[in-house]
C-alpha cells in the first residue's frame, strides 16, 4: 500500500496566490492532520480532523483552511500566500486520534 | 499548556558509540510519548512509543524509557552505524480528542564513519 501521499513534492509560489496542497491515505484511517516544520521550532499542528465531515483548528491556524469530504482525502488551501507560510508541509494520519500518527513524505512550499 | 524539550543539536559521534538524546516534558495527565526519526528528504516515521509511566519502547536498537518522576524519554542506542544519521524528534500525545502531537525541535544526528 501507498500509505499517505502528497502533492505536489515542491512549489515556488508568488505572495499573494492561493494554493492547495492534496494530501491522500489509503489506509482508511478516521483522523488526518497537517503540520508545518519550521527549523528550530519542529512540527506545529495547523489544522486537523478527526473523522470525515469535521475539522478543527490546531495551533497555528492562520492563512490557512481545510475540508474533509471523505476519508482519503484532506486537502490544506492557502488563499492568498505570504513568504511566512515558507515552510515544509506534513499530512498525517491515523486510525482515531488516540493511535499513533503516520506522516507523508512532505511538500516544500516557498512563497517569494 | 504541553511541552516537550530536547538536547539542542547537532550530535556528532563515531560509529559504535553510545547515543542518548534527552527528552524531558511537560503535560497535565498521562500523555503517550513518541520518538520519530526524519531520515534526510523524508517524512517522518515512528522510531518507538511508550503509553504508560515505566514502560519501555524499543525498536532497531534504539530504547526509550518512560520515566513519570523525572518527566523524561531520553532516547538510547548502545551502538549506533552510518545509517542513524537523522533529524530525531520527540513526541507527547496528550489528553486531547484533537490527537494533536507536541513536538520538541528535533535533534540532528551525525554518525561518521
Known amino acids: 500500500t501507498a500509505g499517505i501521499t502528497q502533492a505536489p513534492t515542491s512549489q515556488i509560489l508568488a505572495a499573494g496566490r492561493s494554493m492547495t496542497l492534496r494530501c491522500t491515505q489509503d489506509?482508511?484511517?478516521?483522523?488526518m492532520y497537517w503540520y508545518r516544520q519550521d527549523l528550530g521550532l519542529g512540527l506545529r499542528l495547523i489544522h486537523y480532523?478527526?473523522?470525515?465531515?469535521?475539522?478543527g483548528k490546531g495551533e497555528v491556524p492562520d492563512g490557512y483552511s481545510v475540508s474533509r469530504a471523505n476519508t482519503d482525502d484532506f486537502p490544506l488551501t492557502l488563499a492568498s500566500a505570504v513568504p511566512s507560510q515558507t515552510s515544509v508541509y506534513f499530512c498525517a494520519s491515523s486510525e482515531t486520534s488516540y493511535h499513533e500518527q503516520f506522516f507523508g513524505p512532505g511538500t516544500r512550499l516557498t512563497v517569494l | 499548556g504541553d511541552s516537550v524539550t530536547q538536547m539542542e543539536g547537532p550530535v556528532t559521534l563515531s560509529e559504535e558509540a553510545f547515543l542518548t538524546i534527552n527528552c524531558t516534558y511537560t503535560a497535565t495527565g498521562y500523555p503517550s510519548l513518541f520518538w520519530y526519526v526524519q531520515y534526510p528528504g523524508e517524512g517522518l516515521q515512528l522510531l518507538l512509543k511508550?503509553?504508560?509511566?515505566?514502560d519501555k519502547g524499543s525498536n532497531k536498537g534504539f530504547e526509550a524509557t518512560y520515566r513519570k518522576e523525572t518527566t523524561s524519554f531520553h532516547l538510547e542506542k548502545g551502538s549506533v552505524q552510518v545509517s542513524d544519521s537523522a533529524v530525531y524528534f520527540c513526541?507527547?500525545?496528550?489528553?486531547?480528542?484533537?490527537?494533536?502531537?507536541?513536538f520538541g525541535q528535533g535533534t540532528t544526528l551525525q554518525v561518521k564513519p
Open positions: 489506509m482508511r484511517h478516521n483522523a
Open positions: 511508550a503509553t504508560k509511566a515505566d
Open positions: 480532523s478527526n473523522t470525515a465531515g469535521t475539522t
Open positions: 513526541a507527547l500525545h496528550g489528553s486531547s480528542n484533537t490527537g494533536k502531537l507536541i
